[in-house]
């Protein structure tokens, strides 16, 4: 079975403090992991993956096989990056190959001034 | 203009009434899914669908049902056998597989009165 947890509901960080949104999975074979990102009144859009080794808006996000996490960095935070952050997990479909995400809790991410 | 709907917006369901949620997108992918989304749960997967005519129960299936006759198109019918319909639907498409990211729709508001 496929597992993603977000151990905290609610971060709230200053401008321009660190920010940290943990991410743990359970899942027996080679993952695939995700950062969904969902601003008020947007829709649910792909922030980063781990396969593309990408920084976007400035957050990064490293797959640690052993601690089988994806925390989600970012060195200063913005304003502007309040909003819902969701981890996901791709795990293979058992039938007929493809995959599905997997979705963690979510964590709300406030920047306060 | 490439992209996902869903309708309606918002829907208003009697007790014991069958409900059909619509979702069309024109990106050519194959693979679709119905996620509910509800406070403190994430999401959670209704059904899926890979190719045409054939579709799979995600985790949360049951009271629900779903066909994809076309491509573009995976409608979800809320029964009266859910007993809690009330949440928020979120339909999403991607090419085969998850590892490139799904494009989500704006998503169905069901409230049951």
């Known amino acids: 079975a496929q597992r993603v947890t977000q151990p905290e509901k609610l971060l709230s960080v200053f401008k321009g403090a660190p ?10 074979g080679s993952p695939e992991l995700f950062w969904y990102v969902q601003y008020s009144r947007q829709r649910l859009q792909l922030l980063l993956r781990h396969i593309s080794r990408e920084s976007i808006k400035g957050f990064t996000a490293d797959l640690n096989k052993g601690e089988t996490s994806f925390h989600l960095k ?8 309040s909003a819902m952050y969701y981890c996901a997990l791709s795990g293979r479909i058992l039938t ?17 001034l | 203009d490439g992209g996902i709907t869903q309708s309606p917006k918002y829907l208003f369901r009697k007790e014991g009434q069958n409900v059909t949620l619509s979702c069309e997108q024109n990106l050519n992918h194959d693979a679709m899914y119905w996620y509910r989304q509800d406070p403190g749960q994430g999401l959670r997967l209704i059904y899926y669908s890979q190719i045409v005519n054939d579709f799979q129960k995600g985790d949360i299936a049951e009271g629900y049902s779903v066909s994809r006759e076309k491509k573009e198109s995976f409608p979800l019918t809320v029964t009266s056998a859910q007993k809690n319909p009330t949440a928020f639907y979120l339909c999403a498409s991607s090419v085969t597989g998850a590892r490139y990211g799904y494009t989500f729709g704006s998503g169905t508001r069901l409230t049951v009165v």
């Open chain 1, 19 to 28: 920010v940290e949104l943990k991410c743990n999975y359970s899942y027996s």
């Open chain 1, 96 to 112: 007929g190959g493809g995959n599905k995400l997997t979705f963690g809790t979510g964590t709300q991410l406030k920047v306060e």
């Open chain 1, 74 to 81: 970012k060195p200063f935070a913005q304003e502007e990056d």
